[in-house]
């Protein structure tokens, strides 16, 4: 089993729908969990960033982490042809000098 | 504020060529690293340099990959030999502090695509 799991897509959504992208991982360790955005040819770039179970909320976007489940979740509100990216999940364990481990990426398409 | 730069933003070699490729991070940041993004593969770590401790090279693939970096701040990651099946955009990121730290997220570079024919 993979230590982080995100289904590749491609998910494509009318504009206007709400989109949830979702990982599970199998190490009940991680504590930090991010979600970052990547445009085609461009570098991911950071979304948004948790800590705790719970949810955090940025805009449109809403983070889910739910630590008992190992499954965290990114909402997208309202989505907008601009929301077309690849969504990367990654996560941190909390301790110890160990490299951020990411998702292989969810490829969205809103259509206008 | 000026972002992780990268460059060549691509670059094409020959099967058997050495390529270099830089990266200039944010300023201050302590931490860098070198990711691999290929097609449906994700991301897969390369390196992690740290101030001035002994960089983490466990990522490296083999022995014809190194990676340097000078004065805490540029760093090089060198391929020789190229192989056609090291195809694929190099990224860069920096970070504030060290890696796994609280509130110290990467920030990407946009790669380095690089094609092995």
């Known amino acids: 089993q993979k230590e982080v799991e995100q289904d590749p897509g491609p998910l494509s959504v009318p504009e206007g729908a709400i989109v949830s992208l979702n990982c599970t991982y199998s190490?009940?360790?991680?504590?930090?969990f991010m979600w970052y955005r990547q445009y085609s040819r461009k570098g991911p770039e950071l979304l948004m960033y948790?800590?705790?179970?719970g949810n955090k909320e940025d805009g449109r976007f809403t983070a889910q982490v739910d630590k008992s489940s190992k499954y965290i979740s990114l909402f997208i509100r309202d989505s907008q042809p601009s929301d077309s990216a690849t969504y990367l999940c990654a996560m941190y364990l909390g301790s110890g000098n160990t490299p951020l481990v990411f998702g292989k990426g969810t490829r969205l398409s809103v259509i206008a | 504020g000026a972002g992780v730069s990268q460059s060549p933003s691509n670059k094409v070699t020959e099967k058997g060529k050495d390529v270099e490729l830089r990266c200039d991070p944010i300023?201050?940041?302590?931490?860098l690293y070198w990711y691999r993004q290929s097609l449906g593969q994700g991301l897969e770590f390369l390196i992690y340099?740290?101030?001035?401790?002994?960089?983490?090279k466990s990522g490296l693939p083999s022995d014809r990959f190194s990676a340097e970096r000078t004065g805490g701040s540029v760093s090089t990651l060198t391929i020789q030999r190229t192989q056609q099946e090291d195809s694929a955009v190099y990224l860069c990121a920096s970070s504030l502090y060290s890696r796994g730290s609280y509130n110290s997220p990467l920030h990407f570079g946009n790669g380095t695509r690089l094609t092995v024919t």
């Open positions: 340099f740290q101030g001035n401790s002994a960089p983490d």
């Open positions: 300023s201050g940041h302590t931490a």
């Open positions: 948790t800590y705790s179970s």
């Open positions: 190490n009940s360790a991680f504590q930090y």
